[in-house]
């Protein structure tokens, strides 16, 4: 009878530990998410009429956003910079950080710590880093570099805006494709490698038979978190172009932002919310299911 | 036996010497331009921040001065931007480690019903895009800001006090708003760390300290915070750097100067194209970037602990 209070009482216990922080995510993430869909058929705006009394319009809003060339504009460019700088860009050179670190190589630490700092530098300063390197005119620091090669002043963030940005944000992912792809390769067993050296297989035989096939669950899950980590970014492009020019450099979040606050049309910007979470979630429960995460 | 083998194996060092040579040098070459390009953006902000005559473009310093950095001491909206921001991500901080720290606990130790669903749920929340967000997050602040300065009118009339309360505690343009809001979003990979380091301990040891007689705070505090410290250091550096990065919840609940955090005070200084001092905002950025690195350098190796969880730091 007492041990059945004492565990009563202790089961009680935990719930009363958990409810703050549930209580928190609940009103800044949880609620909000499920209350896009409710905004998303609203002409909610910031300005104007509908700013005193929105109105239920139903699903108007999404048939403006299919039909919005904008919108899908927006999707495009999120997409592209997502495959250009999460799938190829930060994916090949952590990678090819990640093998030639697993060599018998000096200085590891100090490549190690370069290859580590971009990524732990504030959006804000990355936007004022790259803003310098990306500058016009002689003087603008990639401009004196590609001068070697010959090439003229370019306007980088006119001319080429998307790769622009897909260059500042796989600079910025490598570290964590090579910490992450690193730990995979640490994983695969030395013995694999030994027997296939007595075999006498090749350097190139026994990377495309040995380590890819190996590492494929590490670069699944690398592939899964920079997809979904790439796809939720703002800060980074917004101080680097805020979507322009001419909305070349518009990724969904941004987009979201420029229809919601620039624009003012609340009711609108949340049903591109709700294409995003949507989108987002699918990735996650795939996730979930795909490799039966461990709870 | 041995006869046969050694030639063999002699001439096959000798062109595996020469192979592992080519292969060696591509190693250093291939790491070596890789850290070039993650270095380059750099050497412009370090060397403008000493620089007397800082301009927006990599030059070699006309000189090396501290000014920059003492200027900011003197410049009123730098040592506000830098005040704000350490108050606010430092209170975020210290909220979400006491939050992830009671739910990491109860989430590791409970067998209830709710266990699972909670972990997956956890998971789905850290993966929500912020952005996809700012809408109606900006609605709750609203609602909650206007009840929140009902309360303040009712409480004082004095409009001084009222100004001043209202300051601290709305949640948009407020300091209680920011930090609140900065805690919510580290807290899934908080509480997440936290029900990792406390799967690690064994639940013999707190079991001990009972049978030992010791009550349930003093278990909490001789034993289970000692032994997670490590998981309170992952979760706290990895939601500090987070929260300090962070660029788009500042842009959304604050306008006035008073409240300005580095981030945006930066970022608006920088907008004004004709009056940008690349000195003071050069040194600011490395005042600005400095925490974060160090809090990174401790970080780097809880790095892959956290994947598990789903999404990274």
Known sequence: ?295 | MLTIVRPTSEGMSMSENSASFVAQRRAYLTLILISLFCLMPFFWVVLAAFDPKASQFLQIPAGITVDHFWNLLANESGVRWVLNSVGIVGTATLLCLVLAGFGGYALSRTQAWWKRPLLYAIILVRIVPPPALIVPVYKVMLFLNEWVNGLINSLTSDVEQQMMLSRMFSFVDGYLGLILIQCAMQLPLAIWIMKTFFDAIPKDYEEAAALDGASQWQTVRHVLIPLALPGFAAAGLFAFINAWGDFLMPLMFTSSPELQTLPLGMFRAFLRVDAIDYGFLTALAVIYTLPAVIAFAFARKFLTQTFSGGVKG
């Open chain 1, 1 to 295: 009878m007492i041990k059945l209070t004492f565990e009563a009482r202790r089961q009680l216990g935990y719930r009363l530990m958990m409810a703050p922080a549930l209580l928190l995510m609940a009103a800044f993430i949880v609620f909000p998410a499920f209350y896009a869909f409710s905004l998303s058929l609203t002409d909610d705006a910031l300005l104007g009429f509908a700013a005193q009394e929105s109105s239920f319009v139903g699903l108007r809003n999404f048939e403006r956003l299919f039909g919005d060339p904008l919108f899908w504009n927006s999707l495009k460019v999120t997409l592209i910079f997502v495959i250009g700088s999460a799938v190829i860009g930060q994916f090949l050179l952590g990678f090819a950080s990640a093998l030639m670190l697993q060599r018998p190589v000096k200085y590891k630490g100090i490549f190690n710590a370069i290859i580590c700092l971009p990524n732990a530098v504030p959006e804000m300063v990355v936007g004022f880093l790259w803003i310098s390197m990306f500058a016009s005119g002689e003087y603008g620091t990639l401009n004196r570099l590609v001068a070697w090669f010959g090439v003229e002043p370019q306007q980088w963030l006119y001319t080429f805006p998307l790769l622009s940005i897909i260059i500042v944000n796989t600079w910025r992912g490598i570290a964590f494709s090579m910490i992450l792809l690193t730990s995979g390769l640490a994983s695969i067993p030395k013995d694999i490698y030994e027997a296939a050296r007595v075999d006498g297989a090749t350097d190139n035989q026994i990377f495309w038979r040995i380590t890819v096939p190996m590492m494929m669950p590490t670069i699944f899950l690398y592939m899964f978190i920079s997809t979904v980590t790439t796809f939720a970014i703002f800060g980074l492009v917004y101080t680097l172009s805020r979507g322009g020019p001419a909305n070349s450099t518009e990724i969904l979040g941004i987009y979201i932002y420029n229809q919601s606050f620039t624009a003012f049309q609340l009711g609108y910007g949340a049903s591109v919310a709700v294409v995003s979470l949507v989108v987002s979630m699918l990735l996650g429960m795939v996730y979930v299911k795909a490799l039966k995460v461990e709870v």
